[in-house]
């Protein structure tokens, strides 16, 4: 149904075995020459095997239009492939050179209220202008025949984080494509009008042409058409996706033996693209991932690297840029404490990356990004960063040799599951509540699995979570007629389903299921809701509802007001006799077809869903909940059958901020910030520590 590009992996350098990818983003063009061969010294010292080179070069490659430098490139390359260190070519179009914007500025991208977005930062470029185009083809072209056959390029690089500043593009041209991305979308103006509900504010078009992308409408609390925006957040990530494609196939073409991939920016609250879809254009799937600061850091890191998991499908996955330690794009720029280092880097490789790159290998004297930290600091050599680096590349070689490249991460009993349309709908402005939006609930559920012992899997709503044993649905807004009808027959062939409030509240075009929510899955879950229940801190507004269960509801609930005769509850509001909620249903579940389907009507946190799920998950048979005391270690597997024998590895992550132990089994094969007692039974782990063993 949806046909993934064949799944192809960068090739050690000949005469190098298979190791776990290792480096970072490099730009020797920032530095004068004889720094390069410290920095070739030192990657060595650091066990660095592969740099993405090139990203934002155009400018050196292509000094003047048509004229091709690759001198100094070659001579990088060189010097790095003769260490032994591979490269991960750019297309290097992600910034355009001044000559090319100087001479078309038409190329440029225009804002929501048409202001021209100058030259000054990065990708200021419009996805639809067939001039910028053009450019870019001739400069992939130009690469792809010098460096054919080169025998250290082993992958392409194409583009970088698209979307990232070049997202929505309001110019005229963006307008034409939009128009043609309706027409092939819906074929005639009439269904235009019916998806978008445009009788509504007189926004019939007669006529293809009349479709303006969502431009500024005036002020604050003038309300775009919420399903127009939506197909226009669909187009933004097709056109980009276009634009992607015309690059690689130009690649490809002149390559064919050079897999592709680009950088996607997959982590909480990060809807660029639709990175789902996107999975099926690579050859394979690369992430790029910040941390978050503060207490969630962990958890939230170990949520996206499921989520890119299973947007790779399973298959093996590259971390295409994370920091040692600071970025410099937030008001503050937390360091990475001591540990964190390695520990980020061991749950990607857990969750089943098979590479580890930061960016980037030095960090600047000069620009935007010189307080961001790289792999060889300001301080030089002599400096903790850099020793964690070395010793990072260390383990990863030891992983390598114990044979983790020959595994993958288990599948777990629970699958979440993530939309990114979801996500797009509930973004809009006009909505019940702006302090929930689908992207929110995942994390909580998945952190609440974890305070059990579970990890659960992130799975997107294209694939497989119909073969789990348990699934989630946490506020997935958007449910088409088709995706309704693959829950029900799941939940019918015996499947267990949780689903949470402001689920299954619209069709693919952001139309309401009319006949009280959630109305496209009524049936399945056995309730009916009348009415959203915002709560807010306004004053004398309802601002919580205690459930009987002992959990505390905030933000939203759903005015439950009929439950299915094959339906139970679990737990109801407590509340004052005049709010009309006092013994309102809070937490259900209903028996479907073999299956069961509990329903969750309100927003309970990763506190209370924590609380919540031992008695739930009860009352579903659902046997591998761990309990609570399970909570403080986050425990990944990555495992493989060969020959009838099994390998497995086990990351073991402190989740809390005291030291935590784990009962461990196996042999132990990275030990940071822990220790591990001479019977092997029993680690220790600091904070921000981690082990992984081999059973
Ligand atoms: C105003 C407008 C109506 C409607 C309401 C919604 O009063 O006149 O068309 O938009 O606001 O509150
Ligand atoms: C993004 C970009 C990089 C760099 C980093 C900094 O991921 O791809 O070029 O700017 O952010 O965090």
């Not at 997202?167 to 979308?185: G, K, L």
């Not at 980009?240 to 996607?264: G, H, Q, V």
């Not at 694939?463 to 789990?468: A, H, I, Q, S, T």
């Not at 439950?560 to 339906?567: C, E, F, M």
Request: charged share 25%; aromatic share 10%; glycine share 8%.
């Amino acid at each position: 149904m949806f046909e993934h590009r064949q799944y192809r992996w960068p090739q050690p350098l000949k005469g190098s075995r298979p190791r776990i990818w290792y480096g970072g983003d490099y730009n020797p063009d920032q530095w004068p020459e004889e720094v390069w061969s410290e920095d070739v010294r030192l990657m060595g010292e650091a066990g660095v095997n592969i740099v993405s080179l090139g990203i934002f070069s155009w400018d050196r490659i292509e000094p003047r239009e048509g004229e091709f430098d690759f001198g100094w490139l070659d001579k990088v390359i060189g010097m790095l492939g003769r260490a032994g260190i591979a490269v991960d070519l750019a297309s290097a179009t992600a910034s355009p050179p001044l000559w090319l914007t100087q001479k078309h500025p038409e190329v440029l991208l225009r804002d929501q209220e048409g202001h021209t977005v100058w030259p000054g930062a990065r990708q200021h470029w419009r996805p639809t202008s067939p001039v910028f185009r053009d450019y870019a083809l001739k400069l992939c072209r130009a690469l792809a025949e010098h460096y054919k056959g080169n025998p250290y390029v082993v992958a392409w690089h194409v583009g970088n984080e698209y979307g990232c500043h070049n997202r929505f593009d309001y110019s005229d041209d963006a307008m034409h494509a939009f128009q043609e991305w309706c027409r092939q979308r819906y074929g005639t103006p009439q269904a235009v009008n019916e998806a978008w509900g445009a009788a509504f504010w007189s926004q019939e078009i007669t006529d293809f042409s009349q479709i303006i992308p969502p431009r500024y409408v005036g002020v604050q609390g003038s309300f775009t058409n919420p399903s127009k925006m939506l197909d226009f957040k669909r187009f933004c990530s097709d056109a980009l996706k276009a634009f992607y494609s015309a690059e690689r196939d130009e690649l490809s073409r002149i390559t064919p033996d050079i897999p592709l991939t680009t950088n996607f920016m997959v982590s909480v609250n990060s809807s660029v693209l639709d990175y789902d879809d996107w999975g099926d254009e690579v050859d394979f799937v690369s992430n790029d991932h910040y941390f978050l600061p503060g207490e969630a850091h962990l958890d939230e890191m170990a949520y996206s690297a499921s989520l890119v998991d299973g947007i790779a499908r399973k298959r093996p996955w590259f971390l295409m840029e994370n920091s040692t330690s600071a970025v410099n794009w937030r008001p503050i720029n937390y360091r990475k404490e001591p540990g964190q280092l390695i520990r980020d880097a061991m749950v990607h490789l857990g969750m089943g990356a098979d590479a580890i790159c930061f960016f980037q290998w030095r960090q600047s004297r000069a620009g935007a990004e010189k307080f961001h930290s790289a792999m060889l600091p300001h301080s030089g050599e002599n400096s903790q960063v850099f020793r964690d680096v070395c010793e990072l590349g260390d383990d990863l070689n030891k992983l390598a040799d114990a044979g983790i490249l020959e595994t993958r991460l288990k599948k777990s009993e629970v699958a979440i599951v993530f939309d990114y349309e979801s996500e797009w709908a509930t973004e809009n402005l006009a909505t019940p509540t702006q302090q929930v939006c689908h992207a929110t609930e995942p994390l909580d559920w998945f952190r609440a699995f974890a305070d059990h012992g579970v990890t659960a899997d992130m799975v997107p709503i294209r694939g497989p979570w119909d073969e789990y044993d348990t699934v989630v649905l946490p506020s997935v807004y958007l449910l088409s007629e088709k995706n309704s009808q693959r829950l029900r027959e799941y939940v019918k062939g015996g499947g267990k389903v949780i689903v949470t409030c402001y689920s299954g509240i619209s069709d693919e075009h952001d139309h309401i299921w009319l006949g009280g929510y959630p109305g496209s899955i009524g049936d399945v879950v056995g309730v009916r809701s009348e009415e959203f229940v915002p709560m807010g801190d306004d004053d004398g507004t309802l601002d919580h509802l205690e459930l009987t269960n002992g959990t505390v509801a905030r933000d939203i609930a759903d005015h439950i007001t009929d439950v299915a005769p094959s339906a139970k509850v679990l737990a109801s509001y407590k509340a004052g006799e005049y709010t009309g909620l006092d013994g309102v249903p809070a937490i259900t579940l209903n028996g479907f077809g073999s299956g069961l389907a509990a329903y969750v009507g309100c927003r309970l946190g990763r506190e209370g869903l924590s609380q919540t799920l031992p008695e739930l998950l009860g009352q579903m048979n659902v046997p591998y909940v761990k309990g609570q005391d399970t909570g403080s270690i986050l425990r990944v597997e990555r495992g493989a059958t060969q020959d009838g024998k099994d390998t497995c590895f086990v990351f073991y992550f402190n989740r809390d901020s005291k030291p935590a132990a784990a009962a461990i089994s196996g042999v132990p094969v990275v030990t940071s910030h822990a220790s591990v007692d001479a019977g092997r039974k029993n680690a220790l782990l600091e904070p921000n520590g981690v082990v992984v063993t081999k059973e």
